[in-house]
């Protein structure tokens, strides 16, 4: 089975995925979000917690953790 990206609107605006327009636009966002991000090391500690991969006390996360 092929999993495949849909088209689509998001945020009211439509996008074609396989449109150059669309990959610039995502290449924007990825380069503001990973600046905004690594603005300072609380900023990307910060968004590591946020998104899953620190834990509230700043350890890894137990899914990124080596296995032991």
Known sequence: MRIMA?????????FHLKSSATAARFRAAAKRYTKK????RAA??????????????GRLSKHYAPKV
Not at 6 to 14: C, D, F, P, Y
Not at 47 to 57: C, F, S, V
């Open 6 to 14: 849909k088209s689509g609107t998001a945020n009211g605006r439509s």
């Open 37 to 40: 991000a690594t603005k300072s």
């Open 44 to 57: 990307a500690v910060k968004t590591l917690q946020r998104e899953g991969i620190l834990t509230p006390k």
